[in-house]
């Protein structure tokens, strides 16, 4: 069955750059999705489609593609970034997979 | 702004059904081009698709679950619901609801999920 791979933990300190990446045969063809989850509250999605910012995410998030990878930038890394985060795409036939997750720690 | 919200048992007895509702607020789960969805995550893992279904009540599943759910709409209520059948311990994880986008491509709007345990 088709997969995501993500790394299991990022670690940055305030103010740096975290980049998340996610790997899969299907990316150069299929659009990527990126979650945010955090304890407790609505998982939010903060990049559609490889690249796009919904409206109300922070300009500091920004996705980017290459090849199979698409990667997840957040620049000048904030306390409250810190969550989980998850990317998600679909195979060919249609059903939805997702990575397993990358924990971001802000030091 | 619309809104989901999960409700249903927290606790259910394996071999049983599980049965959980998504009631929408702050928009009409029958307007045109809505899907609306379910996705779970066991505790300690990560997520996982459960299927997703059109307004118009044609439903899309996992295969890995395909022979044990059904998602269902009722427009009366603004409510979808899912129903998982022979539960066991593997089932037991946090689900959310969510609206997704005009597509079915992802996830727009999510729940805060209920955490169902499946336990005699």
């Known amino acids: 069955s088709y997969e995501l791979t993500q790394p299991p933990s990022v670690s940055v300190s305030p103010g740096q750059t975290a980049r998340i990446t996610c790997s899969g045969d299907a990316l150069p063809k299929q659009y990527a999705y990126w979650y945010q989850l955090k304890p407790g509250q609505a998982p939010v999605v903060v990049i559609y489609k490889d690249s796009e910012r919904p409206s109300g995410i922070p300009e500091r998030f920004s996705g980017s593609t290459s090849g199979t990878t698409v990667t997840l930038t957040i620049s000048g890394v904030q306390a409250e970034d810190e969550a989980d985060y998850y990317c998600q795409s679909a195979d060919s036939s249609g059903p939805w997979v997702f990575g397993g997750g990358t924990k971001l720690t802000v030091l | 702004q619309l809104q989901v919200q999960e409700s249903g048992p927290g606790l259910v007895k394996p071999s049983e059904t599980l049965s959980l509702t998504c009631t929408v607020s702050?928009?009409?789960?029958?307007?045109?081009?809505?899907?609306w969805g379910w996705i779970r995550q066991p505790p300690g893992k990560g997520l996982e698709w459960i299927g997703s279904?059109?307004?118009?009540?044609?439903?899309y599943y996992n295969p890995s679950l395909r022979s044990r759910v059904t998602i269902s709409v009722d427009t009366s209520k603004n409510q979808f619901s899912l129903k998982l059948r022979s539960v066991t311990a593997a089932d037991t994880a946090l689900y959310y609801c969510?609206?997704?986008?005009?597509?079915?491509?992802?996830?727009?709007?999510w729940g805060r999920g209920t955490l169902v345990t499946v336990s005699s």
């Open positions: 702050g928009g009409s789960i029958n307007s045109s081009n809505s899907y």
């Open positions: 279904i059109y307004y118009s009540g044609s439903a």
């Open positions: 969510a609206k997704e986008n005009p597509y079915g491509d992802y996830a727009l709007y």
